[in-house]
């Protein structure tokens, strides 16, 4: 079963930057994508950007150039490393694991485990 522990969340001004890590456990080889999700109040759940297990990135429109998605093995770790926040980025951020072909989506159906969540804030 996996499991997937998210940190790093926090309150900053517009500008700033923060790190989310996950930490995730009974990862196997059968979970080829692993990403980051956010959900605002009163909005759905939306991709912000996914990893392959080669290493193949991919991000939404509107946080490419300001947000990097990178993943550590040996300590079963991904990362969201965001700058630039905007108070639209203000949201919940979930990461996200689960067995998908072809390219790692965007798009939340098809990943499987979803960790509890971490809450950026930014303000103006």
Same mark, same amino acid.
């Given at each position: 079963? *996996?499991?997937? +522990? ?5 309150? *900053? &001004?517009?500008?700033?930057s923060l790190r989310l890590e996950c930490s995730?456990?009974? +990862?196997?080889?059968?979970? !080829?994508?692993?990403?980051?999700? !956010? &959900? ?7 991709? +912000?950007?996914?990893?392959? &297990? ?8 509107? +946080? ?48 499987t485990d979803w960790g509890q969540g971490t809450? *950026?804030?930014?303000?103006?």
């Amino acid at each position: 079963q *996996v499991h997937l +522990v998210e940190s790093g969340g926090g309150s *900053v &001004q517009s500008g700033g930057s923060l790190r989310l890590e996950c930490s995730y456990a009974g +990862v196997t080889d059968m979970t !080829r994508c692993m990403g980051w999700f !956010r &959900q605002a109040p009163g909005k759905e759940r939306e991709g +912000v950007a996914t990893i392959e &297990q080669d290493d193949t990135t991919w991000y939404a429109d509107s +946080v490419k150039g300001r947000f990097t998605i990178s993943r550590d093995n040996p300590k079963d770790t991904i990362y969201l490393q965001m700058s630039g926040l905007k108070p639209e980025d203000t949201a919940e951020y979930y990461c996200a694991a689960g067995y998908v072909s072809g390219y790692c989506p965007l798009e939340t159906a098809p990943y499987t485990d979803w960790g509890q969540g971490t809450q *950026v804030t930014v303000s103006s």
